[in-house]
């Protein structure tokens, strides 16, 4: 349920990413200006998988894409990377204690993503949240699988900017994958700021299953 309102700010977000990058990725602009527009928003940011080098690189992304939040917490697990679905008891549990947040707002991954942990991450996000506002990132891949987002959230020039910068900056064991660029990410935000004709043209896009307001 989307809690929010002109009379009943926005105050609480939860983000969910599997892996140390996935959150900036899918939805770094939106809370960039969320966190722009919204003075006082509490974040609770949990990754949930990542050896020490790549948790030191979670930690310090987050600490910059939250520096507007009104407070924060960044939880980096230690779940293995690519085997969170053979984990699924451990995982659920902890996914389930997330719940004493009770966020305004959640960013989780697509329950229709091609990579198990993200796909995992999705399901579990909809089995333990039953009445919340929860908004599906995308992450671009190699196998391929965006879908046809119907939630737009349209950013300035500079947001995106600020976003592919901390991006490119907070991530060099991701240096090498060949998906893992700027103009990979310059080219999801314009595509989707031509499907939602963003005035600024650029834009990122979630899938919203329902929304009750
Ligand atoms: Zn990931």
New binding site residues.
């Given amino acids: 349920m989307l809690t929010f309102s002109p009379t009943s700010p926005l105050k609480r977000i939860l983000c969910i990413?599997?892996?140390s990058?996935?959150i900036e990725i899918g939805c770094g602009g939106t809370m960039l200006r969320l966190l722009d527009e919204h003075p006082g928003v509490s974040v609770l940011w949990v990754v949930m998988g990542g050896n020490d080098q790549r948790e030191q690189e979670a930690r310090a992304s987050a600490e910059r894409f939250l520096k507007n939040a009104g407070s924060s917490e960044v939880r980096v697990r230690k779940f293995r990377d690519a085997y969170l679905p053979f984990m699924g008891e451990q995982v659920k549990d902890y996914v389930e204690s997330l719940k004493s947040f009770d966020p305004d707002l959640i960013f989780t991954h697509r329950k229709e993503d091609a990579?198990q942990?993200?796909r995992l991450m999705g399901e579990l996000t909809w089995n333990a949240f039953r009445n919340h506002a929860i908004l599906e990132y995308e992450?671009p891949k190699y196998d391929g699988d965006l879908g046809h987002p119907n939630l737009f959230v349209p950013l300035d020039e500079s947001i995106c900017r600020r976003k592919i910068e901390l991006l490119m900056e907070g991530f060099p064991t991701q240096a090498g994958r060949q998906w893992f660029s700027a103009d990979t990410f310059w080219a999801m935000l314009r595509i989707r700021g031509v499907e939602c004709n963003s005035p600024a043209r650029f834009a990122e896009a979630f899938g919203c299953r329902k929304m009750v307001i």
């Fill in positions: 990413g599997a892996h990058d996935d990579h942990d993200h992450i």
